[in-house]
């Protein structure tokens, strides 16, 4: 049986359970967009997962470009499974408690995957900027145990920054109205519910934010500057074309994820709206996560043609076997 909204609201007052007012209301119109949030969301965990696929499958995959793009759909579907299957039972069934416990898992997993993302973003710039600058070095410079000490590395940072948050912000004491205006939890929305001064954790947190987000993006903005200097100083139009292409599909992964992401957490508070920030939260943990292997897939030949080589392969596999059905 669904319970209602104000049975919910009693049953939390009673425990220790936080509530989600959600980022959908039981309209039509909102049906609609809920129906059209959860296939983004479907497509952007089928996306991300057949990327690693191919990936894996295909042995010219084998390179750090490619692995690191691998790590960056895992964390891509790892962030979408940590928001939409709450959010969907959520809007489902009218159950919109979720316990310390979950509420902690949240509040963890987020900056893990957000920041983590941040620092590979960075490492994938500096990958690129080796290839096209110094491609006969490449090897050394972008050899595989350093390729496996930036991702240890974004992962390692990620989760240290997700860790503090949800320690910190879940040992402030708050108060019995235990409603969060967002469809999952964060730190920023679950302090303002605290009965305590939370101003010294908010600076320091909007501090690291901001380090998390323009230390990696000035590095990102620099090797893309370099790499645009030798792009255009190369004689080859092929060879300018395929750095266009390559380039080009990062510069807009990067965009998309880097202007929500400084949207939500260097504005100045008197500039943040509950509403802007639960849109611009399901863009940047939903919408950009299935664009990803979308961007990828399009702007690069060796993906599509390693697509093209699975297909191929599970068509004549799907052929063998009514062959020898109907033998």
């Not at 979950?102 to 994938?124: D, R, Y």
Request: contains cysteine; proline residues 4%.
């Amino acid at each position: 049986m669904k319970l209602t909204m104000v049975e919910t609201m009693e049953k939390s007052n009673t425990t220790s359970d936080f509530i989600l007012l959600g980022l959908f209301k039981h309209t039509g119109l909102h049906l609609f967009l809920f129906t059209v949030v959860l296939t983004i969301a479907i497509s952007s965990l089928v996306g991300n997962a057949l990327m690693i696929l191919l990936i894996q499958q295909d042995l010219r995959l084998h390179t750090p470009m490619y692995f690191l793009l691998s790590q960056l759909s895992l964390m891509d579907i790892m962030l979408v499974s940590t928001t939409v299957p709450k959010m969907a039972a959520d809007y489902l069934t009218g159950i919109k408690s979720i316990s310390t416990a979950g509420c902690g898992l949240q509040i963890f997993f987020l900056p893990t995957l957000g920041g983590g993302e941040c620092f590979l973003l960075a490492a994938m710039s500096y990958d690129r900027y080796v290839a096209v600058c110094h491609p006969l070095r490449y090897p050394m410079l972008m050899s595989w145990p350093l390729c496996l000490r930036m991702t240890v590395g974004s992962w390692f940072l990620g989760a240290a920054d997700g860790l503090i948050q949800a320690v910190v912000a879940l040992s402030f004491p708050f108060c019995n109205r235990r409603e969060i205006d967002h469809f999952f939890c964060e730190a920023p929305t679950l302090v303002r519910l605290a009965c305590a001064d939370t101003s010294v954790f908010e600076n320091v947190m909007y501090i690291c934010c901001v380090l998390m987000l323009l230390v990696p993006f000035c590095l990102i903005l620099t090797s893309y500057s370099l790499i645009l200097a030798a792009v255009l100083r190369m004689r080859s139009t092929e060879a300018r074309k395929k750095a266009f292409a390559t380039c080009s599909s990062h510069v807009a992964v990067v965009g998309l994820f880097y202007g929500a992401a400084i949207f939500i957490y260097m504005r100045p508070k008197s500039y943040r709206s509950a509403h802007h920030d639960k849109v611009v939260s399901a863009f940047y943990s939903i919408f950009t996560p299935m664009l990803n292997p979308v961007i990828y897939s399009l702007r690069n030949s060796e993906v599509k043609g390693s697509l093209k080589m699975w297909l191929g392969k599970c068509a004549n596999i799907k052929h063998h076997q009514t062959w020898s059905c109907s033998r």
